[in-house]
């Protein structure tokens, strides 16, 4: 079974994009289950169940949905192996982009849009720089300009990554993550194997549901920054 | 920029209704500039598509699309250059630190460069720019003109593929010219009979397929020469109204009441701009 995991920023376009990839399996008569974990609430649930295939859905509530991504894989992926899935599809919307779901040993894809900010590949970094494949949507609607730009701060970030143009709505360019999610190597267990990137402490009082502000309130790991003015650069 | 495209061929698929296309081959060679008409929905989208994915009968037209003699079977890194009435730009910056970041991403060299975008915007768009504006201040026309001589300039690619490129304050036909110049190959989808005529062959769509190809015959390019007289009379009469003028003079083609075209001896055209 292959193990693929797809994250990005919220709005990038990650369930469209795997909604017309998907087509493209099915219609080859591939096996596909779709695992999405998310924070609050989701409806990408049913849209992947629109398809005919077996769909998962974790909701992290409280936690980080990252934090909350990898004491669960073992579950999807033994679930994925039930349904006998060729392929397992995890979709994770990350809350604060600090941290990457991509799996040593599986094939990991991120998404990202067109339309964002000319600097959020820095600020979303392992999430793109641990990818096997980037997926960049939108480019419909921005010049060519814009689109060789973007694709060229990808290449910087990731120089090894095989970067694909997908639109969403169209589908156009689905048919090449297809066939590259097709190469991707087969795994026989998730267990044991290691994220590519750490995911960072975030172990305090407001973790756990804390509301109040003030000092007594905090507990745990706790860091602060200096009230000291930034001169010029910032970021 | 990486290996040379010298042809593109289109091998038929199917139809909407899953007949065979009727035009079953089609090469289209470096230097050509190549229009698709026909109706809404009649698939000149697709078939710009199936080009711009290297369709291999995995697409719903089932066409194959080649490059070269096959030795390709992906496109290389930029060989395709997209523009689309749908495109805009949305980097918040001056033109200028956008040239050089575009310019300075493909590992041009600057000044010339700019400058030279620069000079075809200010050709193709009826109004100015200037190099300190934001893009995302540019008008619809100046936001086109721009995309044009970049993507001529700076891109490079030497396939272009354009979904319509409309009246909007721009010269269409010198756009087509400064993209064809340099040996592109270039697709056009449109409905604009200038730009139509303006190539000199053209793939009629119908339903979802390629159904006839047409060359621009002698009478045809009578009616092209006519249509740029037009054209130029029309943006004229744009530009003095727009400059808050009286309209005068009828121009130099006027329909009269059978329909057809008579053209008057005057040369130039009969509307001053003040």
Same mark, same amino acid.
């Given at each position: ?157 990731? #120089? ?13 360019? =689905? ?61 | ?32 500039? *190549? ?15 199936? *080009? ?7 697409? #719903? ?43 300075? =991403? ?15 915007? @200010? ?24 995309? *044009? ?21 721009? @010269? ?17 989808? =449109? ?64 329909? @009269?009441?059978?329909? =057809? ?14």
């Amino acid at each position: 079974m292959k193990f693929v995991t797809v994250a990005g920023p919220p709005s990038s376009g990650k369930t469209a994009v795997l909604i017309h990839t998907i087509r493209h399996l099915l219609e080859d008569g591939t096996k596909v289950v779709v695992g999405k974990i998310d924070c609050l609430g989701t409806n990408d649930g049913e849209k992947y169940q629109k398809l005919g295939i077996p769909v998962i859905v974790g909701l992290s509530g409280d936690i980080c949905p990252d934090h909350f991504y990898v004491p669960n894989l073992e579950v999807i992926f033994n679930w994925a192996k039930e349904k006998s899935a060729h392929i397992a599809i995890l979709e994770t919307a990350g809350l604060c982009h600090r941290c990457a779901p991509a799996i040593k040993g599986c094939l990991a894809i991120s998404v990202v849009d067109n339309l964002s900010n000319i600097d959020v590949p820095q600020k979303i970094g392992p999430m793109l720089s641990t990818a096997d494949i980037v997926v960049i949507t939108k480019g419909d609607i921005v010049s060519q300009a814009e689109r060789e730009v973007y694709r060229r701060k990808m290449e910087l970030i990731n #120089p090894g990554a095989e970067i694909l143009e997908v639109n969403g709505l169209t589908g156009k360019g =689905s048919l090449l993550l297809k066939t590259s999610i097709m190469q991707a190597a087969d795994v026989d267990t998730i267990t044991g194997r290691e994220l590519r990137s750490s995911m960072p402490a975030c172990v305090c009082s407001y973790c756990t549901g804390e509301k109040r502000i003030g000092k007594s309130f905090q507990l745990g790991y706790i860091k602060k920054i200096e009230a000291t003015e930034t001169k010029g650069g910032g970021g | 920029m990486g290996e040379d495209i010298r042809k593109i061929t289109l091998i038929g698929g199917t139809t909407k209704s899953g007949d065979k296309e009727t035009i079953e081959r089609l090469e289209i060679h470096k230097g050509d500039i *190549i229009t698709l008409v026909g109706p809404t929905g009649s698939g000149k989208s697709e078939l710009l598509s199936d *080009i711009e994915q290297l369709a291999r009968g995995d697409t #719903p037209s089932n066409r194959a699309v080649i490059l070269n003699d096959g030795e390709l079977n992906r496109w290389g890194r930029q060989m395709v250059a997209q523009l689309s009435q749908a495109m805009n730009f949305v980097l918040d910056m001056p033109v200028e630190d956008f040239l050089e970041l575009h310019a300075s =991403s493909r590992g041009t060299s600057n000044n010339p460069v700019i400058e030279e975008v620069m000079g075809l915007t @200010n050709s193709l768009s009826g109004e100015p720019i200037d190099a300190r504006d934001n893009i995302t201040s540019l008008s619809g026309g100046q936001s086109r003109a721009l995309m *044009i001589a970049d993507i001529a300039v700076i891109s490079d690619a030497p396939v272009v593929l354009i979904d319509e490129i409309e009246n909007a304050g721009i @010269n269409r036909l010198m756009a087509l010219e400064i993209l064809s110049a340099k040996g592109k190959i270039v697709i056009v989808a =449109s409905h604009d009979p200038l730009i139509i005529l303006m190539a000199q062959k053209r793939i009629v769509m119908h339903n979802g397929g390629m159904f006839k190809v047409l060359e621009r015959n002698k009478q045809e390019e009578e009616i092209l020469k006519k249509l740029i007289v037009m054209d130029n009379e029309l943006s004229a009469l744009r530009d003095t109204l727009r400059m808050g003028d009286f309209a005068r003079g009828g121009g130099t083609l006027l329909m @009269n009441k059978s329909g =057809s075209v008579e053209e008057k001896k005057e040369e130039s055209s009969n509307l001053e701009i003040i």
